[in-house]
């Protein structure tokens, strides 16, 4: 009959072993250090809340009217058009005050309200985008790496091809030719997604090319070349998963430079079509030297979630960066 002898560790040996920690408390031990990314994080769990959950305590919707009674200055709703009286006007540019927080815009709609509804707008935009591009980035960008050769040759060929398209002329061009058909203006959102995603996709289709390049002929994969295993589960199963976390940097700084993108398209009038609302085109309501100077609640509070909301992810971005590269001893 054989016992168990349980060997003791010494005082030395239990202090080494709670020193040890894994790569992934390291990188979150780093990131956390990091105040600009924590300041980050916290900008855009406001912002969700604000966008997601504010709505929902609105009392106002987001294509609701507003018009008043200047002679008694009653403010009647669209949504009450029977107990309106025929002499009311639309309630246009009205200042902030305790019903409309931010006042109403030129069309006579909460301005507060839209702000929250818009920001559901840009950041489904910026997500959407960024992950159509990443998705193309790593099928394209990892079968290049991978293969080399013609295939890569090919794949780059096309890489090239969408580096030359400019982007601009190309989304005028395609929102000229939708209004001329009279596209309704509720897909021109999701058309708008797709094109910013097919323009954009030959940046990350390179990176993850590089990346992958210099991983294909490490030991790890010789390895898995000499068990057998096909190309896709060496391609998708070993060597995208070694290029995650630099594809989640270059997704996290993306996402706001989509964002920022997307605003400037929507202030020059081809990007979010009224009367759906986004921060850009809420920004684009500066039409005239008057409104930029005389109804600043109009477009100084979409202007500033824009700037507050593209620091954040850039910060974050940041973070990550230094958080994920082994050089850092910190």
Not at 70 to 89: A, G, L
Not at 225 to 233: N, P
Not at 269 to 279: D, F, M, R, T
Request: aromatic letters at 12%; a neutral charge.
């Amino acid at each position: 009959m054989t016992e168990q002898i349980k060997l003791e560790e010494s005082p030395e040996q239990e202090k080494l072993n709670e020193k040890i920690v894994t790569p992934g408390q390291l990188v979150l031990k780093r990131f956390l250090r990091n105040k600009l990314a924590i300041i980050g994080i916290c900008i855009l769990v406001l912002m969700a809340l604000f966008c997601y959950i504010g709505p929902l305590f609105c009392p106002y919707g987001e294509y609701e009217l507003f018009y008043i009674n200047k002679s008694t200055n009653e403010e009647y709703s669209s949504n009450d058009i029977s107990n309106m009286p025929s002499n009311v006007t639309v309630n246009s540019k009205a200042p902030p005050s305790k019903s409309h927080w931010l006042g109403t815009n030129q069309d006579g709609q909460d301005v507060f309200t839209r702000l929250m509804i818009g920001g559901r707008v840009s950041l489904m935009i910026g997500f959407i985008c960024v992950g159509f591009e990443i998705l193309l980035g790593i099928i394209f960008g990892g079968l290049a790496g991978y293969y080399g050769g013609w295939v890569d040759m090919i794949i780059m060929r096309f890489v090239e091809v969408f580096f030359c398209i400019p982007d601009l002329p190309m989304i005028l061009i395609l929102s000229a030719i939708l209004l001329q058909y009279g596209f309704p203006n509720n897909l021109k959102i999701y058309m708008l997604v797709f094109v910013i995603g097919i323009l954009g996709w030959a940046g990350p289709a390179r990176f993850i090319r590089g990346q992958i390049l210099s991983l294909r002929e490490q030991e790890f994969m010789v390895a898995a070349e000499a068990v057998g295993l096909k190309a896709r589960h060496r391609i998708f199963k070993h060597l995208i998963p070694n290029v995650i976390p630099q594809i989640i940097v270059m997704a996290t700084l993306g996402i706001g430079g989509v964002i920022l993108y997307e605003s400037a398209l929507s202030f020059l009038g081809i990007g979010v079509p009224l009367p759906y609302a986004s921060w850009g085109n809420m920004v684009g309501a500066v039409t005239n030297k008057s409104i930029l100077t005389n109804q600043p609640f109009m477009w100084i509070p979409p202007g500033l979630c824009i700037l507050f909301t593209v620091l954040a992810f850039n910060f974050i971005g940041d973070g990550l960066r230094d958080a994920l590269d082994p050089k850092m001893k910190r």
